[in-house]
């Protein structure tokens, strides 16, 4: 669901964050069962802010932090409306069912070689940026893809998979900051794109994104 003023969205089982399932999967089992049918709109004022006591204690802090990320319903917004799951804008697109098919891709890989291989920061940067694309950091998942650990866990925060995507962008330690630095409006897009499309739009466009690009 794209959620406008929120009020036909069931907060709990419809989706309606862009990359996560219905928020009653993050909820105890025990707890679960009685959570009834309550709206967006019914977990926020109506000028823009959540009413997290209604729902905070229920769900682990990642999750929390894509709720903050996602934007609240506003009395007046437009109605909520069904849209394409395959990408973040939620239209439909023959490239975001062909990603749902195949797994995600980066169509401009020639472009962003091009662009790492100018990149004239700390060289050490510079190598950190390309085993992120090459999906060749060493974080807790692939150490254990590679049998040398057996804890496949965020030592930080204590999710379960820590992967370059979490790593980078939504571990709490991380996600704090890009809520703060990246503008509302683009904030969606860029927690949830294609990590080598993301590192791309880092080098090329960042300023766009950015709330204060002068600090
Ligand atoms: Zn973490």
């Known amino acids: 669901m794209r959620v406008g003023d929120g009020i036909s969205t069931d907060f709990w089982r419809d989706s309606w964050i862009a990359g996560i399932d219905p928020l009653i999967g993050y909820v105890s089992e025990r707890l679960a069962h009685s959570l009834g049918c309550v ?6 004022d ?5 009413l997290w006591h209604k729902f905070e204690h229920l769900l682990p802090l990642n999750i929390r932090l894509r709720i903050a990320a996602a934007g609240c319903p506003m009395a007046g917004f437009a109605a909520d409306s069904e849209c394409w799951k395959g990408n973040v804008q939620g239209n439909f697109t023959v490239k975001s069912a062909y ?15 091009k662009m790492l291989h100018k990149y004239r920061g700390l060289q050490r940067v510079k190598t950190f940026l390309w085993l992120v694309c090459l999906g060749w950091v060493l974080t807790n998942s692939e150490r254990v893809r590679r ?3 057996d804890n496949a866990g965020c030592t930080l925060c204590g ?17 704090g900051v890009w809520i703060s630095l990246i503008k509302p409006d683009f904030l969606s897009l860029f927690l949830t794109m294609n990590v080598k499309e993301w590192v791309y739009l880092n080098l090329t466009d960042a300023t766009r994104m950015v709330n204060h690009p002068e600090d």
Do not use: F, Y
Not at 99 to 110: E, F, M, Y
Not at 160 to 175: F, G, K, P, T, Y
């Open 39 to 44: 709206s967006v709109a019914s977990m926020a």
């Open 46 to 50: 109506g000028n823009g802010n959540w």
């Open 99 to 113: 990603v749902i098919w195949c797994g995600p891709t980066a169509p401009n890989d020639g472009k962003l070689w």
């Open 147 to 149: 049998h040398i650990s």
């Open 159 to 175: 999710e379960l998979i820590e992967d370059v995507n979490h790593l980078l962008r939504w571990c709490s330690q991380a996600i």
